[in-house]
C-alpha cells in the first residue's frame, strides 16, 4: 500500500491525532528471564491505554534491519524508508534551520584531531565545546573562498557542524571522507557517479583550505565529513494524509526530518515538560503533532538501564496532561529500539500502542513488549501502516470502493 | 525487502549460526483436540531454547501454498522461492555431485513398469534395487547414441536416475513425461516455448531408444522424466550474506539445493548421530552451518505419527552436543510441514525458533504449533525473514541510514 493510495481516501475533519515518540523505547531483559526497561518501568497511564486501545510492535525498516534515526523516523510517519532517503547532511541542514535551495549540497562535518602525518587520532576533536566550535566555524567561514561557490558552514553541537555548498551542477553522489576507525587518513573525496565530478573538485579544494587554516587550533586541527547529500523532493505530510501538522522536538536531526515533511517545528527547548507545554500552548493550530522524546534513547545508548527506565517513568506522568486535551487519537512507539544491554539501537519490534474511541480493546493489559505481542496490531505490524491505521481511527479515511 | 537491500548492511564477525531444519516438522493432530506431532514429543532441549529465544511459524511460500522440498528450503535460506526456481533435475544432477555446465539440461528419471500398451503399471518399477538400477544404467550409457549430443546417465537410489544432456541450444523448457497416475501412457515431450524444439527432438529420440533397451527388463522397462531444467545462475550464499557456509545433509537432493547456493557438503551420512558428528568435526571451518534431519518428514510421509514424536525426541536428545559447541545463533525450523494424518507436505505454516544471546523474551514456554502462535516471530513470518533476523542476532547487519 503505497502513499498514493492513502491519499486518495484522505478526507478532513477537525479531529487531532497525537503521536507520542519515545525515541528506542524498545529493550531488552539484561537477564535471562529479566525483564525491558518499558517492562520493568511503571507507567500506570501507559497502561490504561494500552488496555484501552490497540497494542501490537512495529518493524521499522525490515526483518532484521537496525534503523537509523531518520529511516526510524520516516517509517512510523508512513514514509517507507527503504524508498524515501534522506542524507545526514539534508538532516544535519533542516535540524539548523538552514534553508536549503534545491541543487545545495549539504554535508556534516565532525572537527577531528589529526596527528603529523594526517592520521585520525580522535574523531570528534575531543568533543570541543559548542562555543569553541562556534569560533572555529567563524575561522573557516572567513577565509575559506572557492571560485563561484558559496560555502555555508554552521555549528551544529560540540564538534559537529554543517556544510553546504551552493553553486550550479552539484551532485551529492560521493563518498563520506571520515574513516570511521582512528589511526587512518581521512579518506580522498571520490564521485560515485560522472554527475558528482564537479562536486569532488571543490569538495577537495575546501577540504585543503580548511586543514591549513585549522593546522594549529589542535586538538580540533583537521574536518572529517560526511552524508553529502541535495534536498529530495517528496511529496508534504499534509499533502498526503491531509493533516496541519507540528513538531515538537529539541534535536536537530529530528526537527530537520519533520521540516522535510512539511510539518511546522513548535519552540520547545529540550525538557519533557517543555514539550507538553508546547503541546498545550500550541494544540488550537494542528491537526497532528509529533511529540519527540530522547532521552529514551540517550540512556539506551548509554547502556543505563535504570535511567531508560526513569525516563520512561517520567514521560507516563506527564500523559495525563495530553490526555486532557482529549486528543481524538493518541499513538505512543518508538523509531525504533536501543536497549541498555546493547548500547545502540537494534532490530528488535518496537512497541506500539494506538488509543481512540474506536479501538476494538484485545488483550493487552500493559504497555511493555511481551504484553505487546498479544496485541490486535500484531507482533511485526510494518511501521508504515501505522499512520493509516491512526487516520482511520481520526475518520479520516473515506471508504474504498463502493 | 529483496537480497540486494541485505547484502548491503551485510559484515562480517567471528559469529556462528547453526540452522537445524526438521524437515516436514509441522504437523496435524489426529483427532479433534488432540496434539500434533511436535507437542506429543517430549522436548525438554527444544523447550529451553524456545523458552529463551523467539519463536514464530513461518509461511515458506505463500497463503495456503504447500512446497515442494526445493522451494522449502530456498525459502528459510532468505531466497524468494517464487523468484528462485530450480528444476528437478538440477536438484538430482547436484545431489549426486555431478558437475553441470552452463547450457546442460538436466532431467530426473524414474524406472517404471508397463503393460503391453505401454500404460504405466507401476511408476517407480517396484522400486527395484540401487544395483539393478546402476546396472540398467549402464547399459543406456552404452547402448543410447543422439549425434551432436552427449548424453549422461547415472544412478540416484532405488528407482530413480539422472539424465543429463549436453549440446549447444538446449533448453529446459519442455513438460514432465511422468503422467503422475498408472493406467496412463508416459506423455509425449512438448515444447514450452520455441528455444525448446530442439531439445525436443532430442528427447523424443532419447525415450524411443530407452523404450527399446528396456523392452525385457520387466519391471524397469520403461522410463518416466521429470524436472527438465538448466542450472540457474545465482549469487551464492557467501555472495549475499557473508557467510562461510556447509551442509549437512544426507539427502541428494538437499545436497544438491545446499551446493547451487555455493554451501560446501561436509560428509555425514544419513544417521543423526553422524551429522552432528560432522558438525562437531568442522566446527572451526565454517560460519554457518546447514543440518538437514530427513526422518521427520518420510515418517509424516509414511502417515506413522508416531515415529514422527519419536525422531523429533532423537533430535532433542542430540541438541546439548550442539549447545555445547556454544553457537551465537540457532535456528530450529522445518522446510514446510507434513502431518502424519495427510501423509504429504502440507501448506501450514512451520514451527520456528530462533536463539540469541540478544533474543528479547516471548510469551512461548515450549517448542510446539500452539505455544509458537504466541511468539515474538508472529503465527506467519515469511520464511525468507528468518535468515535476515539470524544474522542480526549474530550482529551481522550494520545499522539502516543514519
Same mark, same amino acid.
Given at each position: 500500500?503505497?502513499?498514493?493510495?492513502?491519499?486518495?481516501?484522505?478526507?478532513?475533519?477537525?479531529?487531532?491525532?497525537?503521536?507520542?515518540?519515545?525515541?528506542?523505547?524498545?529493550?531488552?531483559?539484561?537477564? /535471562?528471564?529479566?525483564?525491558?526497561?518499558?517492562?520493568?518501568?511503571? /507507567?500506570?497511564?501507559?497502561?490504561?491505554?494500552? #488496555?484501552?486501545?490497540?497494542?501490537?510492535?512495529?518493524?521499522? !525498516?525490515?526483518?532484521? *534491519?537496525?534503523?537509523?534515526?531518520?529511516?526510524?523516523?520516516?517509517?512510523?510517519?508512513?514514509?517507507?524508508? !527503504? #524508498?524515501?532517503?534522506?542524507?545526514?547532511? *539534508?538532516?544535519?541542514?533542516m535540524g539548523t534551520g538552514f534553508a536549503l535551495d534545491p541543487g545545495d549540497?549539504?554535508?556534516?562535518?565532525?572537527? +577531528? /584531531? !589529526?596527528?603529523?602525518?594526517?592520521?585520525?587520532?580522535?574523531?570528534?576533536?575531543?568533543?570541543?565545546?559548542?562555543?569553541?566550535?562556534?569560533?572555529? +566555524?567563524?575561522?573557516?567561514?572567513?577565509?575559506?573562498?572557492?571560485?563561484?561557490?558559496?560555502v555555508f558552514i554552521q555549528t551544529v553541537k560540540e564538534h559537529r557542524f554543517l556544510i553546504v555548498f551552493r553553486s550550479v551542477g552539484l551532485s551529492g553522489d560521493l563518498n563520506d571522507t571520515d574513516p570511521q576507525e582512528i589511526g587512518k587518513k581521512p579518506l580522498e573525496p571520490k564521485a560515485n557517479s560522472p554527475d558528482a565530478e564537479k562536486t569532488v573538485k571543490i569538495v577537495k579544494d575546501f577540504l585543503m583550505q580548511a586543514k591549513k587554516i585549522l593546522a594549529d587550533q589542535h586538538p580540533a586541527n583537521m574536518i572529517l565529513t560526511r552524508g553529502y547529500s541535495q534536498k529530495p523532493v517528496w511529496p508534504s505530510f499534509q499533502e498526503v494524509f491531509g493533516i496541519k501538522s507540528a513538531a515538537i522536538a529539541g534535536y536537530p536531526m529530528y526537527r530537520g526530518l519533520a521540516w522535510l515533511l512539511g510539518m511546522d517545528l513548535l519552540e520547545c527547548g529540550d525538557k519533557l515538560e517543555a514539550e507538553i507545554s508546547s503541546l498545550e500552548k500550541n494544540w488550537d493550530k494542528y491537526d497532528f503533532f509529533f511529540i519527540h522524546i530522547k532521552p529514551t534513547d540517550s540512556s539506551g545508548e548509554d547502556g543505563d538501564f535504570d535511567r531508560k527506565v526513569k525516563v520512561i517513568e517520567e514521560v507516563d506522568k506527564l500523559l495525563? @496532561?495530553?490526555?486532557?486535551?482529549?486528543?481524538? *487519537?493518541?499513538?505512543?512507539?518508538?523509531?525504533?529500539?536501543?536497549?541498555?544491554?546493547?548500547?545502540?539501537?537494534?532490530?528488535?519490534? *518496537?512497541?506500539?500502542?494506538?488509543?481512540? @474511541?474506536?479501538? @476494538?480493546?484485545?488483550?493487552?493489559?500493559?504497555?511493555?513488549? @511481551?504484553?505487546?505481542?498479544?496485541?490486535?496490531?500484531?507482533?511485526?505490524?510494518?511501521?508504515?501502516?501505522?499512520?493509516?491505521?491512526?487516520?482511520?481511527?481520526?475518520?479520516?479515511?473515506?471508504?474504498?470502493?463502493?
Open positions: 500500500m503505497d502513499l498514493d493510495f492513502i491519499k486518495k481516501l484522505v478526507k478532513t475533519n477537525d479531529s487531532k491525532i497525537v503521536m507520542l515518540v519515545l525515541d528506542g523505547i524498545g529493550g531488552l531483559q539484561i537477564e /535471562t528471564d529479566g525483564l525491558t526497561e518499558l517492562e520493568t518501568a511503571k /507507567t500506570p497511564y501507559l497502561d490504561k491505554l494500552a #488496555k484501552h486501545g490497540v497494542c501490537g510492535l512495529h518493524i521499522p !525498516v525490515g526483518a532484521g *534491519v537496525t534503523p537509523g534515526s531518520g529511516p526510524g523516523h520516516l517509517g512510523i510517519f508512513g514514509f517507507n524508508p !527503504v #524508498k524515501y532517503k534522506v542524507g545526514r547532511g *539534508v538532516l544535519a541542514a549540497v549539504a554535508a556534516r562535518g565532525n572537527f +577531528c /584531531t !589529526v596527528d603529523k602525518e594526517g592520521k585520525v587520532l580522535d574523531r570528534r576533536a575531543g568533543r570541543i565545546s559548542s562555543e569553541k566550535n562556534k569560533e572555529l +566555524c567563524k575561522l573557516l567561514s572567513e577565509k575559506i573562498h572557492i571560485p563561484g561557490v558559496e495525563p @496532561r495530553i490526555i486532557k486535551l482529549e486528543p481524538d *487519537v493518541i499513538i505512543v512507539t518508538g523509531d525504533h529500539s536501543t536497549p541498555a544491554l546493547l548500547k545502540s539501537h537494534s532490530w528488535h519490534p *518496537v512497541p506500539l500502542l494506538i488509543w481512540s @474511541r474506536y479501538c @476494538r480493546t484485545d488483550n493487552v493489559e500493559k504497555f511493555g513488549e @511481551r504484553e505487546c505481542i498479544k496485541g490486535a496490531l500484531g507482533p511485526r505490524l510494518p511501521a508504515v501502516e501505522i499512520l493509516p491505521i491512526a487516520l482511520a481511527n481520526a475518520k479520516r479515511l473515506e471508504k474504498y470502493g463502493a
